[in-house]
């Protein structure tokens, strides 16, 4: 097999929902990761094999196969094919994972990767009726997130919703509201002291015509007792919270992968070698824990262990999930996870989050000088999905 390394990796800053970037459509953000990627690197994209794109929705402005409609406004030439995959929360590092097949077995050498999704954007839908006139009402659903027009024939315990299935992986795991604070606090902080620290200066591209220069949902100022003040969500006496969960956002990310063919002619020294992939399934009820086996599959096929990893980027979609994955890893140091902050502070944009995931653990090994690396993260309706990188 051909070794598959990552080349470049950026994304914009992530907004909230109804905030900066309300206003720009997801096919646009999309293009634009792929046009600074072009001006970062200096390849023309008419070298460009393949362009893979995740998003989860993909049921308003990213339909119609968002990676080729990204390629075309980004002013690529129409040679350049185009797919769009979709595996929920995992969109885009399934899409990294494909396009790494893709120049491990030899049927590309550079690939474009990434993911969107404009949760404020996500349209209302409306199922079309059987017949024309229909006499009983009908029901818009949104689609900026979860369970829609559920198939009936699906096991109802299945099919709660993403903060109560949340609220059952803590009862089983034992993950107190303290502990969900406490994670969601060192989240804010630890993303705030990275951006101040300018770790992310070299891969947060700026989105133009819209002043947001740091991810909008970071809360420097937040503290132990505000987040202890906050009413749960999914129930009365529950411990899962707005406070504790990652928000609603709108964002782009983008990879460069490539051979060492493709690295050469670009003369670029790659971030990292992807080294280990991982897909697992688990019940959709606790879809929270989906990370657990699919992070030990990845590291199996790399060849190392817990103890050999110098970052992990772990995404936090609800502290009670993250917590309940680190606890299934206790060869794992947590203080090498998350370390320049995650998800519940930096926001997630589903169809994005893959590809931040990697681009920042790649950043993150650099800056250690190198190492091995863990990406990670879980997937509605019960999967996991992890990468392993040598940097």
């Known amino acids: 097999m051909t070794e598959v390394f990552l080349l470049d990796g950026l994304r914009t800053p992530f907004g909230r929902h109804g905030g900066a970037l309300s206003g720009v459509r997801p096919?646009?953000?999309?293009?634009?990761?792929?046009?600074?990627?072009?001006?970062?690197?200096?390849?023309?994209?008419?070298?460009?094999?393949?362009?893979v794109f995740g998003a989860a929705n993909q049921s308003g402005e990213d339909n119609r196969n968002v990676a080729r409609m990204a390629a075309l406004l980004a002013g690529w030439p129409t040679s350049v094919p185009g797919t769009t995959v979709n595996r929920l929360c995992g969109s885009s590092l399934d899409a990294a994972m494909h396009a790494s097949r893709m120049i491990a077995v030899g049927d590309a050498s550079l690939v474009a990767v990434g993911g969107?999704?404009?949760?404020?954007?996500?349209?209302?839908?409306?199922?079309?009726p059987t017949k024309g006139f229909p006499a009983a009402d009908a029901t818009?659903?949104?689609?900026?997130?979860?369970?829609?027009?559920v198939n009936p024939a699906m096991p109802r315990?299945?099919?709660?919703?993403?903060?109560?299935?949340?609220?059952?992986?803590?009862?089983?795991?034992?993950?107190?509201?303290?502990?969900?604070?406490?994670?969601?606090?060192?989240s804010h902080r630890l993303a705030a002291a990275a951006w101040d620290a300018g770790h992310y200066d070299d891969h947060v591209v700026p989105v133009p015509g819209v002043e947001l220069?740091?991810?909008?949902?970071?809360?420097a100022d937040t503290t132990a007792a505000k987040l202890a003040g906050l009413k749960p969500v999914f129930r009365p006496q529950g411990t899962v919270t707005a406070g504790n969960s990652s928000p609603l956002n709108d964002g782009a990310s983008a990879l460069l992968l490539g051979d060492e063919a493709a690295a050469r002619r670009l003369g670029v020294t790659p971030l990292a070698r992807i080294a280990g992939r991982g897909a697992a399934g688990v019940d959709p009820d606790v879809f929270g824990l989906g990370p657990v086996r699919a992070a030990e599959i990845a590291l199996r096929r790399a060849g190392i262990g817990w103890s050999d990893l110098t970052a992990v980027e772990l995404n936090e979609a609800f502290a009670a999930q993250a917590l309940a994955c680190l606890r299934a890893w206790p060869e794992l140091d947590p203080e090498i996870v998350n370390a320049d902050g995650g998800a519940i502070a930096l926001g997630h944009p589903l169809g994005a989050s893959g590809g931040r995931l990697l681009a920042q653990l790649a950043y993150r090994l650099r800056r250690a000088g190198g190492g091995w690396g863990l990406a990670t993260?879980?997937?509605?309706?019960?999967?996991?999905?992890?990468?392993?990188?040598?940097?």
């Open 157 to 186: 315990q299945w099919t709660v919703s993403l903060g109560e299935s949340t609220e059952i992986l803590a009862e089983r795991s034992e993950v107190d509201r303290a502990s969900q604070d406490e994670f969601a606090l060192r």
């Open 27 to 51: 096919d646009d953000l999309a293009a634009l990761v792929l046009r600074s990627l072009t001006e970062r690197t200096g390849f023309d994209p008419g070298e460009v094999d393949e362009v």
């Open 377 to 391: 993260l879980c997937i509605g309706v019960g999967q996991g999905l992890a990468v392993v990188l040598q940097a």
């Open 116 to 128: 969107v999704e404009s949760m404020s954007r996500a349209p209302w839908v409306l199922p079309k």
């Open 140 to 149: 818009l659903h949104s689609t900026t997130l979860g369970w829609r027009m």
């Open 213 to 219: 220069a740091r991810d909008e949902s970071i809360r």
